[in-house]
Each structure stands twice: as C-alpha cells, then as structure tokens.
C-alpha cells in the first residue's frame, strides 16, 4: 500500500510538471494571439509623494485580458514573455500605449505627470532597443525627461553591456528605477555603479512595516543606502495609513500602494486624477 502511494506520488508529480510544460507553450503561443486581436490594456497606477501628496506620475501595468472575460496574471505571462522573447516587441507596445496616454494627460493639463514604464532586462539586451525608445517618444512628442523606466532589480545588472545601455539612457534623460529592491541578489558596490535615480523598496518590506521591526530596519536601511547615493526612494504596496507614517519617519520620499488607488483603467485614472487636482486647489487654498 505505501508502495503503491509511492509510485502515484510519482506518477502524480511527471503529470504535473508535463502539464506545467503544457501551459508555458500554449501561453508562448497565445501572446502572438492575444496581441492581433487587442487582448492586452494597459492600467496605471499612481505614484506619490509622501510630504505632501503631490501626485508625481503613474507606473503603466500590462493586462491581459481572454475573451471569455477571464484574465491572466502579469506574473504568469510575462516570465513566460521573457523566455519566448515576445517581451521585446510586447515591451515596444506598453512604451507606445503608455506614451500616447501620457501625451494626452499632459494635453488635457497634467503637466508635470511622470511614465512609468516596466522594462525587462531582456529587452535592454535588445540591439534595437535605444532607437526604439528614441522613435516611439518622438513620436508622442513625449520628452525623456517624463519616463521613468523601471528595471527589476537582478543579476543581470551586473552586465556590463546593460550597464552601458542604462549609462546612454540616462545620459538622455529618462530616469531609471530599480524595482523590487531588496529581494534580488544586490551587492552595494553595484548599486554604486547603477546610474539609477529611483529606488523602489518591494511590498515584502512594506508589508507589516508598522508591526514586525525587520521590515521597518531594512526599509530604513534602504531609504538611508538611497539617499547617500542620491537617489530618490518609493515604497510599492502602501496599503494602510500605519504604513504610510512610518515610511514619512524614515524619510521615504514617496509611495504607491492601495492606500492612494489600485491599477485603473486610462478613463478612471483621469478621474481620479481630477479629483485629487480639486482637493490639492482647496487644500492650498
Ligand atoms: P511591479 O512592477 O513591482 O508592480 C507592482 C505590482 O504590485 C503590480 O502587480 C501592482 O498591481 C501591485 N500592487 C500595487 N500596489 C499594491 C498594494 O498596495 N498591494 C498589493 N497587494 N499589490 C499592489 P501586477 O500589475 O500584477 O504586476 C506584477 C509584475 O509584473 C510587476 O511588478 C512587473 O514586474 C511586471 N509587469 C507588469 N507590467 C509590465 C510590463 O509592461 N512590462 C514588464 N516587463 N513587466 C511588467
Ligand atoms: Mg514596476
Ligand atoms: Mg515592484
Ligand atoms: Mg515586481
């Protein structure tokens, strides 16, 4: 009998990772799809600062959406997308959508509201990438200046050809963000010859921020590291008014996070950014 469970353990687990294998290559095959027939969207979320709640722009989240309404995680497909590839040209259509909303914001009196953009080191390795970016920012007459790309943070970094890619990228003015610093392996000297201007400390560190003294030792460690090298830091996953005074404490510079809104849609992120213009005028005065 223990015999037997032993083998259907087996045989339980070649199933799995056979099913596993199933779902990757049928996701590989699906992305093509889903972009001719307009399954991806683009959400944005806000991103503040924590002195006075200025907004001070928007990070653009890709959405993948099936036609029977169901939808698939971004933490699902795009590993997948990495591997395959497709990021590289999926990557070229969240810059260009992201740029055309940011275009239009600005046109309907934003000024001032920063890009977001999630870029994968796959991507940066791409030959085509500088000139890519170049075009498509010219193109929505958007300025360097107003996009932020966000890298997660990773070996890769240590590359020196990525290195140089970030050096000419910064070189033209788009600041660069560090994404979930703190959970990748990072050694300090590195950061150092990171030509970053953002640090955005994980949701793992900000979560119970207010409760366990860990997380609150590493995000002041983070903020402290930050702003030696001159960098501007931003805790992800603000999600109660606790959190956010403990970050203020540290120095935190800004946050993003539930607290402030969710990923929205293009139309919804407009109102709610009207919102916050009319409770900033009032505030003011
Ligand atoms: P990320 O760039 O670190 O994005 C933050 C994630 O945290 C987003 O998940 C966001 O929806 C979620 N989040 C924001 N605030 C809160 C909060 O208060 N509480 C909680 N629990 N979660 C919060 P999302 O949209 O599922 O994206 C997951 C990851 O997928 C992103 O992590 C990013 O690494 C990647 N990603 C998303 N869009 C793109 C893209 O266009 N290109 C690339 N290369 N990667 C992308
Ligand atoms: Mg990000
Ligand atoms: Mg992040
Ligand atoms: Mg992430």
């Given amino acids: 009998r223990a015999k037997r469970d032993g083998r259907d353990h087996i045989l339980h687990f070649d199933a799995a990772m056979e099913e596993e294998l199933h ?15 307009n399954q991806f969207s683009l959400m944005y979320q806000p991103q503040l600062r924590l002195s006075d709640g200025a907004v001070i722009g928007v990070e653009a989240l890709l959405r993948w959406r099936r036609p029977d309404g169901s939808w ?7 590993p997948v997308a990495e591997d395959a590839g497709h990021i590289v040209w999926l990557g070229e259509w969240v810059l260009r959508e992201a740029c055309r909303a940011l275009a239009r914001w600005h046109a309907q009196g934003f000024k001032g509201l920063r890009m977001a953009v999630n870029v994968s080191v796959r991507q940066l390795r791409d030959d085509n990438f500088l000139p890519m970016a170049e075009r498509v920012l010219q193109d929505h007459g958007v300025a360097p200046t107003d996009v932020e790309l966000e ?19 910064r070189k033209q003015g788009f600041s660069i963000a560090i994404d979930d610093f703190g959970t990748g392996y990072s050694s300090l000297s590195r950061l150092q010859r990171l030509p970053a201007s953002v640090l955005k400390i994980d949701r793992a560190f900000v979560m119970d921020i207010d409760s366990r003294p860990e997380n609150r030792s590493i995000a002041a460690m983070i903020v402290k590291v930050g702003h030696e090298l001159g960098m501007s830091v931003l805790a992800e996953g603000v999600e109660n008014p606790q ?37 900033d005028r009032s505030r003011d005065g």
């Fill in 23 to 37: 779902r990757r290559l049928s996701l590989v095959s699906r992305i093509a799809e889903a972009q001719s027939t």
């Fill in 72 to 78: 698939v995680r971004p933490d699902t497909f795009i």
């Fill in 151 to 169: 890298i997660t943070e990773s070996n890769a970094m240590e590359d020196d050809h990525i290195l140089s890619v970030v050096q000419i990228l």
């Fill in 243 to 279: 959190q956010e005074k403990v970050l203020r404490d540290l120095s935190c510079d800004s946050g993003q996070g539930y607290l402030y809104a969710k990923p929205l849609p293009p139309e919804a992120l407009e109102v709610w950014l009207r919102g916050r213009m009319i409770a």
